[in-house]
């Protein structure tokens, strides 16, 4: 390694951004320089900043809602890779809904890590399908979740993708066991990425992370953020898959159901009201409907909380 290149390793090291300018994503292309959308260059800056100065804010976790196809998990493998190249000593855990999903992040990883230049690649030791160790002693594994810890120690970095598609059970005992043990560790750093899918506990952890109650820093990104989806593109998915699944898939709207087409839905728009305001609210409207209707009709009313 030269004194350019060391500089490099250095720069790269304490900025992503200068970091992201060495990596190649595979896309309709073949493998490309990674040219960051303009929320997934300030969705890794958060990351890092947010890991970077953890003692001063005190909010190094992220909850992200993001629509589907958006590029979430490819910002994911580079954060990670990030991460796992510039911090010694690191358990790095990736769970999914999924185990193939945890598997397509780990193997972006490495695709990822084999196309930077060699002067920004730590040795790996070994690498399997679901491990990657490198010679800095960082390791990154695909974990599960469940009620038991995640692996023997701390998990330092815990990236999860589409949480909200999680088997809901086994998520709440995940989410009231293992997570608030990592998530309150100031020397760790949990990131949360998912298309909404309901009132679940992702949707709590995300609710409470919007009313500062957590050290979660919560982002939202909107369909038109990707490149080349506009109102017209807007309106032909509309046409296509219709409105309950254009709102929850690409509008990121957290929805009681998506399949309830006969259903009388009373959405409450929390924007004028706090969300506590808003579930009161609701547990009234419940209440006064059921003195005029009968329970049939009732069971055709769906209620949503929609917020901005
Ligand atoms: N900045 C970018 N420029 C060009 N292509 C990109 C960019 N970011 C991601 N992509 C491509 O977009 C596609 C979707 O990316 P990715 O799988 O990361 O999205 P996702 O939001 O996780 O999707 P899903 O909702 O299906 O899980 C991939 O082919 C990826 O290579
Ligand atoms: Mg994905």
Not at 197 to 221: C, M, P, V, W
Request: proline fraction near 3%; hydrophobic fraction near 35%; include cysteine.
């Amino acid at each position: 390694m030269n004194i350019k290149q060391k500089n490099t390793f250095e720069t790269c090291s304490k900025n992503i951004s200068q970091f992201i300018k060495y990596v190649k994503i595979l896309t309709a292309e073949g493998y490309t320089n990674f040219r960051p959308y303009r929320f997934q260059r300030t969705l890794l800056r958060k990351f890092a900043d947010s890991w970077q100065n953890r003692e001063e804010t005190k909010r190094q976790n992220h909850i992200v809602i993001a629509p589907r196809q958006c590029g979430k998990t490819t910002i994911s493998a580079i954060y990670i890779l990030w991460y796992a190249l510039f911090n010694s000593d690191k358990c790095i855990a990736i769970l999914a809904n999924k185990e193939s999903i945890a598997e397509e992040i780990l193997n972006k990883v490495q695709e990822i890590y084999n196309r930077l230049p060699d002067f920004l690649k730590v040795n790996i030791k070994k690498a399997t399908y679901n491990r990657i160790d490198f010679e800095n002693g960082t390791y990154i594994f695909i974990g599960a979740y469940s009620r038991r810890p995640i692996c023997g120690k701390t998990v330092d970095l815990m990236v999860f993708d589409e949480m909200a598609f999680c088997d809901a059970r086994v998520l709440h005992d995940f989410v009231v066991s293992v997570f608030p043990v990592q998530a309150a560790h100031i020397n760790t750093q949990t990131i949360l990425l998912s298309t909404p899918n309901g009132y679940n506990d992702f949707y709590e952890i995300y609710q409470h992370a919007l009313e500062g109650k957590s050290s979660f820093i919560a982002t939202r990104i909107q369909y038109n953020e990707v490149p080349g989806r506009d109102e017209e593109w807007k309106n032909r998915m509309i046409r296509y898959y219709g409105q309950k699944f254009f709102d929850q898939e690409y509008d990121t709207q957290f929805l009681g159901s998506v399949d309830g087409n006969n259903k009388i839905a009373i959405t409450i728009d929390t924007r004028p009201m706090s969300h506590e305001k808003a579930k009161s609210l609701m547990a009234k409207l419940k209440k006064l409907y059921s003195k005029v209707l009968n329970k049939d009709e009732i069971e055709n009313i769906s209620y949503e909380i929609k917020y901005e």
